[in-house]
């Protein structure tokens, strides 16, 4: 059978570990003609790949479909549609705010509301992880470094994930994703002005009161941020969490170690056996070959995370799910100038999401009939993980 990879496919979708172990023996640079992308899957080549800017650029933007894929993004997609030296200068306005620092002032909050969720749960002996505990906490802690009021994290949340579901195969953005960009668009613009009359101690405030060039930001500015925020910060530290306690139950050995406390080789194992982001996307700025295939300049070329992170040539045994190997070349918040800013923090909300969990959980099951995937093109994770435990 001839090798067809298509992201955008729900069957591709639901497991696209074998793609990817096609890709990397039979194509390593992979082209799909009918949608006109390039896509490369080996660690050896996604890894200098994903840190050399002089070759791909991210000016076009973080979506594959074509009509969003275009040099004016950055009006949209802030610094995930930089190139140096522009994405630097940018990065730094909200850079301090996703420090070390910064992220352990939060912690106390996020444990806390963390802690009130798992006992809100648990309690009750059977409850879906994901809407019962983990969806509500990355947005909980998002929204107090950004100055999203708690009433209205839920809604806010709800408009993001409309943001990103996609239809299968679905080659453009639909209404429905439409329209709930434009009313979280709305919802932020309405923030961002109350912040101007009023400002208050989180980030929007900072912003406002930043400068470019020795310009104050326009409004749009800060929405390009707080977009870029919610899909980087919220949604794929939710799937994190999700793919942890999914995949920590399919292995059964591998659970009983997670339940015994290492969460921190759950959490990194867990990035790199099944990534939330699973891709990102550059443009070729020159004509180059790589593998015996041809690159023309202006391509789109997608950078394969997901398939890099399951190579045997850098990871030994790399299809086992092992707490305890050393995951550290994994490639999940990509490399060196797009090295995501919100990676010290999924990290620790994970963490702490599942550290409370462990204090409450001895062991759990899962409802097989019950699993419920959300559909996106490039971050995979669960809806629903309905879950039976048994309290310590």
């Known amino acids: 059978m001839d090798l067809e990879y298509n ?3 729900y069957d591709v979708q639901e497991d696209p570990y074998p793609y990817y172990a096609r890709l990397r023996a039979e194509a390593p640079v992979y082209y799909n003609e009918k949608l006109d992308f390039f896509a490369l899957s080996r660690h050896a080549d996604v890894a200098p790949a994903l840190r050399d800017s002089d ?3 991210n000016e076009n933007g973080p ?4 009509e ?3 040099p004016d993004s950055a009006r949209h997609h802030s610094i995930v549609a930089m190139d140096p030296p522009d994405h630097a200068r940018w990065r730094r306005l909200i850079s301090g705010s996703f420090s070390p620092r910064a992220i352990g002032r939060l912690e106390v909050q996020v444990r806390e509301l963390s802690r009130l969720a798992v006992e809100a749960a648990v309690e009750r002996g059977t409850f879906d992880v994901m809407q019962d505990v983990i969806y509500p906490i990355p947005m909980d802690a998002l929204g107090i470094v950004v100055g999203v009021p708690k009433a209205d994290r839920p809604e806010v949340q709800r408009l993001l994930e409309g943001t990103v579901h996609r239809e299968d195969g679905a080659t453009t953005i639909g209404p429905a994703q439409m329209q709930a960009f434009q009313a979280l668009s709305g919802y932020y613009a309405e923030l961002v002005e ?3 009359k009023q400002p208050a101690e989180d980030l929007i405030s900072d912003l406002l009161a930043s400068e470019i060039d020795g310009k104050p930001l326009e409004t749009q500015d800060v929405l390009a941020f707080l977009h870029l925020l919610g899909g980087a910060s919220t949604v794929t530290t939710i799937d994190l969490i999700g793919n942890a306690w999914y995949w920590a139950w399919r292995n059964p050995d591998q659970q009983q170690a997670a339940l015994a406390g290492d969460v921190n080789g759950w959490v990194e194992e867990t990035l790199r ?3 939330p982001v699973q891709m990102v996307i550059r443009k070729s ?3 180059l070959e790589l593998h015996g295939v041809q690159i023309p300049a202006g391509a789109q070329v997608l950078m394969l995370m997901g398939a890099a992170n399951r190579d045997s040539a850098e990871f030994p045994g790399a299809d086992e799910f092992d707490l305890t190997r050393d995951a550290s070349q994994l490639l999940s918040f990509s490399r060196g100038p797009h090295l995501c800013l919100g990676n010290l923090m999924g990290r620790r909300v994970a963490r702490i999401v599942l550290e409370e969990l462990v204090n409450r ?3 759990y099951d899962l409802d097989p009939d019950g699993l419920v995937r959300v559909h996106r093109s490039t971050v995979r994770g669960f809806r629903k993980l309905p879950t039976v435990i048994t309290l310590r």
Not at 63 to 66: A, D, G, I, K, S
């Open 285 to 287: 700025k020159v004509d």
């Open 361 to 363: 959980v001895a062991d």
């Open 63 to 66: 979506l594959m479909e074509r």
């Open 68 to 70: 969003y894929w275009k």
């Open 55 to 57: 070759r791909f650029s």
């Open 194 to 196: 109350e912040r101007r």
């Open 7 to 9: 992201p955008l496919d």
């Open 273 to 275: 056996y099944d990534s």
